[in-house]
């Protein structure tokens, strides 16, 4: 049953006198320590901490001393005593738990400082099962949720980056702490635990391969505060879960301003796309704009791939985001320079490259270490009003799928590479999209159209227009392979694609009128294989 609240008023500054420091993370508790020391403050400790703090040869008091009972179970119970939380949970100003804080030998505790059991870090590295369990923190966050409650009388540190801005408050106002300044640490606390048992609890529903667990939490830590969001208006943070995914949010800033919203939501896109091309098989550069690719292509060196992704589009590219699959080097940094981009994202960078993209000192350079593996299992997530859609993460690869000719013509041994091309840029393109590609390089894409035939029409404009800024005789749709990543429903998509010049067709198929389709690719002599497997993106 709930306590009803005495409406007691907070008092405005609360001066600590006893602090309890328990921290694993133990950057600046030694200076924190002194600093507090030095103001008269008791300090009690525990464990690592208590040893960091009195071999700097401070005095400071260790909690078993206070509960009179010893740490036990390897750790596992040395704060969870009604002498540790009732220090912490008494209401001072209350008649009755001043008595019972006088009658159970209880002294109240002011400045509570404690940071977790580093979960996140075990689990992004791979623990076992029983290693992940251990560090998994009970009395820490206990020790914040109880400090934290009681804000109207205790401060609560969850993060050494606050030391500074408690020991000012200290120091100004004669050791006391302002109301404001702990209601602030209080809701930084909650969230903490928050995203602590959120962590905790997803790697639970992975572990036991529990797809739609009852309650479904995500939480992040703050990156950086951003100076707006998609738009002026509209406030936005960038804040990183921890999943151990290589990507914009694992990356190095090598030069460049602040990321923006849109560079960050554009930036993943390109790079989660280009990690589909395995940079053992090849250079591939993918040049993405407001989500969607302008231009995806392989070479046989860097600076051909990118010249051959610019080239499906290179108006579009303009401001775009540039991905690669493999070490940016000097000569394809001095192709990529001549044209305005936003970013440029890549595993790794040489020095010649840096030096070379440090001329454009407003173009953002990103060095991420690794690629992202496609088929990795994982977890993606969108608000709607009022709720979450959380789903896997699209792994599915068109090399894994098995590919059932649909028509009396079999794909070429070229047909059938392109058509995987095509299929695995569509998987990255907003639906409808429709994909051509030739020779391991893009010729079209038509996205987010409301009618597929609408988008198999503006991808063979846009592989016009390339021809044509190319000076090509024709559009590289003629004899190309086209891919729609869902089904088509109709055959004029299919006629759309065979009058822009598509040879081959790969789609999912499952349509009710897939023999229509059939039957319009044979009566062209198209070669058509169905995936099975659909690529929706929304």
Known sequence: MAVVSKKIPAPDKVKVKTALLSVFDKTGIVELARALSEQGVRL????????????????????SEVTEFPEIMDGRVKTLHPKVHGGLLAIRDDAEHQAAMKEHGIEGIDLAVINLYPFEDVRKAGGDYPTTVENIDIGGPAMIRASAKNHAYVTTLTDPADYAELLAQLSADAGQTTYDFRKRMAAKAFAR???????????????????????RVIGGVLREEMRYGENPHQKAAFYVTGENRPGVSTATLLQGKQLSYNNIN??????????????????ACAIIKHANPC??????????????ALACDSVSAFGGIIALNSLLDAETAEEIVKLFTEVIIAPAVSEEAKAIIARKPNLRLLSVGALPDPRAAGLTAKTVSGGLLVQNRDNALVEDMELKVVTKRAPTAQELEDMKFAFRVAKHVKSNAVVYA????????????????????????????AAKAMGLAEPLTRGSAVASEAFLPFADGLLSAIAAGATAVIQPGGSMRDQEVIDAANEHNVAMVFTGIRHFRH
């Not at 009690?44 to 909690?63: F, M, R």
């Not at 572990?207 to 009852?214: E, F, S």
């Open 295 to 308: 231009g995806v292509a392989t070479g046989p060196s860097l600076v051909e791939a990118y010249k051959r």
């Open 438 to 465: 030739k020779d391991g390089q893009t010729a079209g894409i038509g996205a987010g159209q409301m009618s597929r035939v609408d988008s198999a029409r503006i991808a063979a404009i846009k592989a016009e227009e």
């Open 266 to 283: 554009d930036t993943d896109a390109a790079y989660e796309l280009v990690a589909e091309f395995l940079p053992e098989k090849g250079p």
């Open 193 to 215: 635990t928050a995203a602590y048992d959120a962590m905790i609890s997803n790697w639970f529903a992975e572990a036991l391969d529990i797809a739609t667990p009852r309650h």
């Open 44 to 63: 009690l400790s525990t464990g690592g901490t208590h040893k960091a703090i009195a071999a700097a040869g401070l005095a400071v008091t260790d909690v």
